[in-house]
């Protein structure tokens, strides 16, 4: 596959046939899907192209719609297959496993703020039509004005971040109604003359995500559209902040796919292209015979194991929720989910960070080379990690531990 119409992704169209019925079925289908993006994932991030291609690829092989209902066509699973999901397609490209988390997250965003009629018309929408969800809610910037103008509101401002942009057919947009305090998410198509993309995403990492900056100038969205409002007033339920916990695990998730990926691609080239070090008095054959490279690889991997343990444990606590009815939900019950998503997020980091450098120790000098593109795994998963910053992460346990506190639902909680 590449940035252009190659005969790669030409001929994805017609591969996947019937689409997958069980959990095992899904996974197997990510794999499939992580092998063709592993093929040039390197040459695609140098290329830094838009990536209608990798989309359509999610797109034509079902994933999009895997938590869609089935009577629309949907896959009709769980969040815990989503997140194996994303965590496979990761390990291919470490990109477009983050652009499908956040479409799952964005996707679900109905569920979590919307009115039952509004979860029944969105869910056919993007189901039925194959569509690709994008989202303009950064909180770090200034928030987006909205204006009650009768039967419609209008949302006008500026977001720094919007990942998905260009490749989305929905965009989720949030802002706050001026004079008030109240932030209304709304669902939008992507493709309008109000929303304006920056087109500046230039960083280290991640560089397929499309995730620069965007102008909202104007939209304009029936109130009936804005989520979980009725006669423009907001019932609010402990379920509508389980958001955060749930992109903060799908960050996780697509950390733990990227790590994967980075320590699939070392053994690799270990096997294949490393040479043993001849001066050091126990010379061996191979580099797969080497002590220290066997004791690096088992140092690596178990602490791999480990991290990918705490993350399934995680989405097993809150896949409990976003599966339950929305009313039943307690705020105990969400605190207690995130901070064990916390301490997943903590240690898949600190785990990821340490393979993604420490590979080169065990696959020698030649592997710094730009053809070997063993650099791409450190570049994505630091350029994401930083999104917010960790520490907090470890105070949000370090309270629960010692203090018995859970975590206060927040953007970033």
Avoid: C
Avoid at 14 to 33: C, F, I, K, S, Y
Avoid at 84 to 102: F, N, P
Avoid at 276 to 287: H, Q, Y
Avoid at 293 to 317: M, P, T
């Amino acid at each position: 596959m590449s940035t252009t119409e190659t005969d790669t992704v030409g001929d994805t169209a017609g591969r996947w046939g019937q689409r997958p019925g069980t959990p095992e079925g899904w996974l197997e289908r990510a794999q499939d899907v992580a092998a063709l993006l592993a093929t040039d994932a390197v040459a695609r991030d140098r290329a830094g192209s838009t990536p209608h291609a990798e989309v359509r690829l999610l797109k034509e092989s079902g994933l999009v719609t895997l938590l869609g209902p089935v009577e629309h066509g949907g896959g009709g699973q769980t969040w815990s297959t989503a997140y194996r999901v994303i965590r496979e397609v990761a390990k291919g490209d470490g990109s477009i496993g983050q652009l499908l988390g956040y479409h799952y997250l964005w996707a679900w965003a109905v569920r979590l703020v919307g009115t039952d009629a509004q979860i029944a018309a969105v869910e056919r929408l993007y189901t039925e039509g194959d569509l690709f969800f994008g989202g303009a809610v950064n909180p770090r910037d200034s928030d987006v004005v909205i204006t009650d103008e009768g039967d419609e509101i209008v949302y006008t401002g500026r977001k720094s971040f919007s990942t998905g942009s260009k490749v989305s057919d929905l965009t989720v947009l949030e802002g706050v109604l001026e004079g008030t305090d109240k932030h209304i998410f709304a669902i939008v198509p992507s493709d309008q003359e109000a929303i304006v993309y920056g087109d500046d995403w230039d960083n280290l990492g991640q560089r397929l995500t499309e995730s620069g900056s965007v102008e909202i100038n104007g939209v304009r969205v029936p109130w009936a559209s804005a989520a979980g409002y009725v006669d423009k007033e907001f019932q609010p339920l402990v379920y509508n902040t389980l958001n955060t916990p749930t992109i903060q695990l799908v960050f996780a998730n697509f950390y733990l796919g990227i790590a994967q990926g980075a320590l699939d691609a070392a053994t690799s080239y270990t096997k294949e292209k490393t040479r043993a070090w001849p001066f050091g008095g126990d010379n061996k054959d191979s580099a797969t015979e080497e002590f220290y490279v066997l004791d690096a690889y088992g140092d690596l991997q178990s602490k791999l194991w480990a991290a990918e343990a705490l993350v399934d444990r995680a989405g097993e606590r809150v896949e409990g929720l976003l599966h339950a009815e929305r009313e039943s939900v307690t705020a105990a019950q969400r605190g207690a989910a995130a901070v064990l998503i916390a301490a997943a997020k903590e240690r898949i980091v600190a785990t990821g960070l340490e393979i993604a450098t420490k590979i080169f120790e065990v696959t020698g000098a030649r592997a710094t080379s730009n053809s070997a593109g063993l650099d791409i795994y450190w570049r994505n998963l630091r350029t994401h990690s930083l999104h917010d910053p960790v520490a907090y992460k470890r105070v949000e346990v370090g309270r629960y531990a010692l203090l018995g506190e859970i975590p206060e639902p927040t953007w970033y909680t």
